[in-house]
Structures are given as C-alpha cells and as structure tokens.
C-alpha cells in the first residue's frame, strides 16, 4: 500500500482534496476579497483558545471537543488565533494582486524577518516553490510567546492552497 | 542474531526468559528467582511489563501482577538505616 | 574539544549558572552547575556510562529522571551513583565503573550465558563459595566499595527526626502541586516532596503549548505553567517544600513514611492524609540490540534537550506515534536535529493527535505506520537501524527490510505507572492495558487506601492537563476529609470534576474513561475489608 492509499489520519497528513471535503478551506472568492482563518484541525480533542482569543465571535465550538469553525463573514484575518492555537494549526490566507499570500505559526530557527526568501512546503514536507517573508510578521506575546506569526508571499496564488511551512536557508 | 534484552540490569534476553517458562517456571516468583529478571538495581523499572507481556503470551491473559514490593523503593545507602545504639 | 550544548534555541533560554569543572576518570570536562553530572559528560561526549552485568555491554543512559540506573557511575568515591540525577559540583570525580571482565566483552558478547550465571557457578562445595564470590565480583558485577565510603558520616536511622503534617504529598509534578495548591489555600499543613532538585516534574521539559481549557492550562507552555504553580506554592506559609528527598518507604502500623534527605539523611514524617502523585516509568521495547548507547526513551531525550539543552545525536528515528513521540520528534526539529521518521507498527491510524503529526510532517519529517525496527546497528554506539514493513497481521513483510542511517533511537510506546510506593499501603491492584499498567482500585474522592490518594499519571496515564486536574480535585478532597470542607470547596470540586469531564469528552478518552469506571469503587474502605 503507497502512502497516497492511506488515508489522512494513517499518512499523518492531509491532501487538499480532503480538507475541501471538511469544508475546512476558503473557497477562491472569499480569499481574493480578503484575508481569512482556516483552521486544520479536524479531530476531536479538548482544546478552546482560538474560539476564546476571537474578538470578533468568528470561530464557532460546539463544546470543548468540537474543532473549530471559522465563519469567513465575520473574519477580519486580525491573527490572533494562528499565534494561540497549540496545535499549529490555523493558518491565514489571502489571494491579492495575483499573489498568494499565507500566515503561519513558526518556532524553529533561523528568527524570521521580512524580506528573507525563503523555500514553500506543503503539509507532506516536499519543497514546492520559494517565496518571500512580508508583513504581517512579528513575535507573538504573553502566553504564545517566543512563537512567531510569519506571512510569506509567492507568485503562483494557488500554491496558497498548499504551502503551510517555510525552511528559512541558512546563512 | 543479536541478543535482545529484556532486563537490561541482569542481561537477560527473550529467549532466556522463553526457555525458562517453557521449563515450567511459568509464574512470576519463580521466573524471577531463576531467571533474575525484576531484582537488578532498576528492580524491574523497564522490564516488568515486557517480562509480564511475554508470560501473558503463554497464558493467554493479562496477569495481574507485580513483583511482592518492598521498602526501600529508592537506593539508600546502609548507614542511614541503621539507630545508632545508646550506650551508657 | 566536543560540546554538545545548544546555545541558540527557538523558545528556550539556558541558564547553566556558574561553569565549574568535573573530572571523567582524571580528565577535566566543562560543566555547570545547574546540569546533572550525566547532562554534563553527554554534552562532553560521553556515550557508555556503565557496561552491563554479565556480557560487559557498553550502555547509555536511557531514562535520564533517575529510574532506570543504566547511568550508574562512581562519583566522589561513592559507587553506583545514578548520574542522572546527581548535580555536578566543583571538583567532582567521576570514575567509569571498569572490571577485567570489560575486556572479555568481545568473546563474552557471541556467548549465550545462562541467566544469573554469576550468581550459580561455584556455590558447593561452601568452602569455595566465598573466594569465588570475591573471583566472580571482580570479573563482573557494579561498583567497588570501600571499607568507609567518603562524605558525610552514616546518620542514625531518622537522623532528621520526626514531622508531623495533614497533607503529605509525594511528587512534585502538575498533579501533586496542584494538590497542594488547593488543599494550602485552604489552610491544611503540608509537606511536598519531590526526588528532584527542583519542582515541576514532567512540566519542566515541556516546551509546547498545552491543549484543554484556556481557564486551566490551554495556550500555556508547560515549563511555564510549572513555573507558575512553584511561585504559587512559594508563597502559602503552610506548604514546606522538601527538593531532593525520596520516599524510600511506607509503614503502615506506625504510619510513617520513610524519605531520604540530601548528606545520607533521612526523615520521618507521620500525616493525617497522604497523596501519592509519583508519575510514571519510561517503557522500552523489545528487538535486536535494543540497548546499546544511543537507545534512549523518549522522555529521556526531552528531558537532554529541554531541560539541560544538550543534543542528544545529529540525526535520529522515533519509534512510536503517540504523542510524546510526536511531540520529542518536534522539539528535535525546534532544536536543529534532523529527524528521520517517526515508526509504528499501527495500522489504523497515528495514535497522537494528528496535529501533532501533521506539524512535523510538514518540516519534511516522515511518519511512517505500518513499520517496527528489527533491529539496531552499531556495536558501542548506535550507527543505524533496520526497519520492517508489517504484514496485516504483524508479522514481517518478507522482503521489506531497509536500513536507516541514524546516531539515536528513541522510544516512545508508552508508560508504565509508577506501582511501588502505591504498593506499600497494602491496595488492591488491578492490570489494565488502557490505564498503562499495574494501578490501585480507587474510589470516587480518588482514595486507594483508607488514609492515601492518587493522582496523576500514577493512577492512569493521561496528560499533563489532566494530572492538574486529578491533583486538585485530590487536594480538594483532602480538604473536606480534613474537616476544612465548605461550600467553596464544594464548588470547585464540581468545576474541577465538570472540566474533567469535558476533557475526557473526546473519542481518545473513551476508552480510558470505561477503563477508569472499571477501577472506581464508591467507597475504598468497603473494597479493602
């Protein structure tokens, strides 16, 4: 059996495909109007800060144990949730000017700072591309602290779909 | 074939402990005592639930079991166990 | 000169405290005060601690909290010092406990010696026995003693004397803080004691933010919630708070438990209430070679890396898929180490979270389910490893064997209650597979003996989160059992038991929750008689 055969949960990751099915991503017009959450996390585990941090009432919990849903009407793409979320795994994406635009939580090393070029993975780690880190980028504080939010824009908008990490080259 | 270790302390392997219930030491006491599984200084920290997985897979169960526990549970040294007798 | 220390990391800042200088049979090695003597010689690159009783393996540390004594040196004239917890102090000597029989390794190594061998040969007739004892322990055997051992004169059994508390709590981690915190804030009299030199327990090598409610712990990071509760404890008067003192026993006819202090001390204290909360033990795994330098578990390497920032190799594989595996394989991604795969025999699924899966799998880190190790490369250290497919049945995919260049491998499968101090209050043990082991029947204010509480990992390997909430709800019970009970009290124990519930609400707890229905009696004394 290749892993293409497994499903998400035995592969350890999904394919867009399957997150469309979830409803878990942002059709293209919404992210062309603007920038919105999507959030990646499918399963049922006790977990409440994104739906608490929302200032704007934009992510619906049935319970402590339901995943969240982002209402993408009321979605302001402010990040607080991507920098609170202890699985990682919120993102922000927006589709501007031709350019694909996605945010993510980042703690690793090399520190992110605008203007790097850096290489674009999709959830299965294979390098799809480079980009560039812009604005909004910055370190989150109080309890998510030292976690960075990143923001990194590429050429080709639909790669947005797919790129949910960076490798930063080193020096 | 390289030796696979159950308990790490005594070096005893698999097959060790295979061959010795297969002999009729089928019970934790006595694979213990022939075996010296669980009596190192980890006194069966990481062997007592392998030991009782393998023993469970030759009685079909899973036993209910740990060896007999007894003070101390931490390394002290003999010194400090000892009353100092009053003399006069 | 070798250091393996990580001076540059994402979310940690090592204070090591004053440098001072350690010595490895003779050689002088950098440490600081704040590591652990086995921290600090890893980071020198040390890798064989001690060599095993009858083959002379060379093997590494594997636990590094103090349980599995795989570390066991001579440290200041004193044999058999489980290095990984001795702190290292100016000065220190180390010795690498060697036997002749060290240089038989190579033969000893392709022989199949009985079991216990060393203990059988020569014991008739009795007149040779003793001589060849003395032969026998300086060819194998751990550890030389000399007529009077170095430092601080042998005290006299209680040498601290005798404290009388309410609450004695045993094990400093989440669920026995929290315990604390709730039965202190309530004005109860306790003593917390823990085996480290610091509080905190698991809490300390926990670098990620923790899931569950945002009113207890979610968004926090774990050292960080530890840090928290060690300051709250801090300031009620009430609480002492003993470091670096173990249980060594549990007298019930005198009601006493025996702990040992720093300097061959002990004390005695004697408690109205007692709560058991001492965590759990690392569980390995069984295949070829599986204890050579460089198999280390899981929590061990959290533990190198987290807490005294040391590396543990350049590039390592992960065996299991639960979530401390995914979790150690993050931290290793966090602190520059290149992770080959994450391995499991599983078939149905990941068996962590899958976030925690896929956040590593998309920095390039493989899991790979349906695979187990056969066995590990390497004869002193570990070079390798060789992975199997599995058949659907479990048995080996003829044919499907790869090697994986690696220099650690960490196990991550599982956890095993800590059974011994519970033990000691004569319970009544049940085995069961879904709590991790063997656990004490207990009842609903989480009693498993007339006089003693658990909490924690010790009674059901959970999390983290939900140790804070056992522990408080122990502490709250205790309280009431103290006569302090009121309507605050009250409440809090149906917020603590609500949230608890609420946590348990997902698929992954349901069988963990009819596992601990199963265990729970409505009244102790009743099942004890």
């Known amino acids: 059996m290749s892993k293409e055969e497994l499903n998400a949960l035995q592969r350890g990751y999904h394919r867009r495909d399957e997150l469309e099915e979830l409803d878990v991503l942002p059709p293209e017009e919404t992210v062309k109007e603007k920038r919105v959450a999507l959030i990646e996390c499918v399963e049922e585990i006790p977990c409440n800060p994104c739906a608490v941090v929302c200032r704007l009432d934009a992510i619906e919990k049935d319970g402590l144990c339901a995943p969240g849903t982002v209402d993408w009407e009321k979605c302001s793409g402010c990040t607080m949730c991507v920098a609170v979320c202890p699985g990682l795994s919120i993102f922000l994406q927006q589709i501007k000017d031709g350019k694909g635009y996605v945010t993510m939580p980042y703690e690793v090393l090399p520190a992110p700072k605008v203007g790097m070029t850096v290489k674009l993975m999709d959830r299965s780690g294979t390098v799809v591309g480079e980009g560039k880190i812009v604005n909004p980028t910055y370190q989150a504080k109080g309890d998510a602290y030292p976690r960075w939010v990143v923001t990194v824009e590429m050429d080709d908008p639909a790669l947005s779909y797919e790129v949910r990490a960076i490798k930063i080259p080193e020096e | 074939m390289a030796k696979k270790i159950v308990c790490r302390c005594h070096d005893v392997t698999e097959s060790d402990i295979e061959a010795a219930i297969e002999a009729g030491y089928n019970d934790l006491e006595t694979l213990k005592r022939i075996t010296g599984v669980t009596t190192g200084h980890c006194q069966g920290k990481t062997c007592l639930s392998l030991t009782m997985d393998i023993l469970g897979r030759y009685k079909g169960a899973r036993l209910p079991q740990t060896t007999r526990i007894r003070a101390p549970i931490d390394p002290v040294t003999l010194g400090s166990l000892v009353t100092k007798k009053e003399t006069k | 000169m070798v250091d393996w220390r990580i001076y540059d990391h994402p979310i940690l800042e090592f204070d090591r405290g004053k440098e001072v200088t350690i010595y490895l049979d003779g050689k002088p090695m950098k440490a600081y005060e704040s590591e652990t003597v086995a921290a600090a010689l890893y980071a020198n690159g040390l890798r064989e601690f001690s060599k095993s009783i009858k083959y002379r393996r060379p093997r590494g540390f594997f636990c590094a909290i103090g349980r599995c004594s795989a570390c066991m040196m001579e440290v200041d004239g004193v044999p058999n010092v489980r290095t990984c ?41 009795s007149f040779i026995y003793k001589p060849a004892m003395t032969v026998m322990r300086e060819l194998t055997g751990l550890g030389k003693f000399k007529k009077t051992l170095p430092g601080p004169a042998p005290t006299t059994m209680g040498s601290e004397g005798t404290l009388e508390t309410d609450f004695l709590v045993v094990g400093g981690g989440p669920a026995g803080m929290q315990a604390s915190i709730e039965a202190g804030q309530r004005g109860a009299n306790i003593i917390i004691i823990d085996d480290k030199d610091r509080l905190g327990g698991q809490l300390l090598k926990q670098t990620h933010t923790f899931f569950s409610d945002v009113k207890y712990a979610a968004g926090k990071r774990g050292f960080k919630l530890g840090e928290q509760m060690i300051a709250q404890l801090s300031e009620l008067p009430n609480v002492k708070v003993l470091t670096e003192t173990a249980a060594v026993g549990y007298y019930p006819k005198e009601n006493v438990m025996l702990m040992k202090r720093p300097g061959n001390a002990t004390l005695k204290v004697k408690a109205k209430k007692y709560l058991v909360a001492t965590g759990a033990y690392e569980k390995t795994l069984v295949f070829e070679n599986n204890d050579i330098p460089g198999v280390y578990g899981a929590g061990g390497v ?8 040391v590396k543990p190799g350049n590039r390592g594989i992960l065996l299991g898929t639960g979530n401390v595996a995914l979790m150690v394989a993050y931290h290793l991604i966090q602190a520059g180490i290149e992770v080959a795969g994450v391995y499991a025999p599983s078939f149905r699924r990941v068996r962590g979270y899958f976030v925690h899966a896929a956040k590593i799998q998309r920095h390039g880190v493989p899991i790979v389910t349906r695979h187990t190790i056969v066995k590990a490369l390497g004869k002193d250290e570990v070079k390798g490893a060789i992975m199997t497919r599995l058949n659907p049945d479990y048995t080996p995919a003829e044919g499907s064997q790869f090697h994986v260049d690696c220099d650690f491998i960490c196990i991550g499968v599982g956890l095993n209650p800590a059974y011994d101090l519970v033990q000691l209050f004569n319970p009544q043990m049940v085995n069961n597979g879904t709590l991790g082991g063997m656990v004490p029947i207990r009842d609903k204010t989480f009693r498993f003996a007339p006089n003693a509480y658990i909490a924690g990992d010790c009674g059901s390997i959970e999390e983290a989160t939900t140790a804070m909430l056992e522990g408080g709800l122990a502490g709250l019970y205790v309280t009431e059992a ?24 997902s698929p992954f707890s349901t069988r963990l929750k009819a596992a601990i229905e199963e265990i729970t009696v409505e009244d102790i004394e009743e099942v004890l008689n």
Not at chain 3, 302 to 309: I, M, S, W
């Open chain 3, 85 to 125: 917890v001795a702190m290292c102090k100016e000065g220190m000597q180390i010795k690498r406990q060697k036997y002749p029989a060290d240089y038989l390794n190579p033969i000893l190594n392709l022989m199949k010696l009985p079991p216990a061998v060393y203990m059988r040969l020569m014991t008739r007739p």
């Open chain 3, 302 to 309: 959290q533990t190198l890396l987290n807490v005294f920032g």
């Open chain 3, 482 to 505: 103290l006569g302090r009970g009121d309507e605050g009290v009250t409440a809090k124990i149906e917020e603590y038991t609500h949230t608890l519930e609420e946590d348990r609400g």
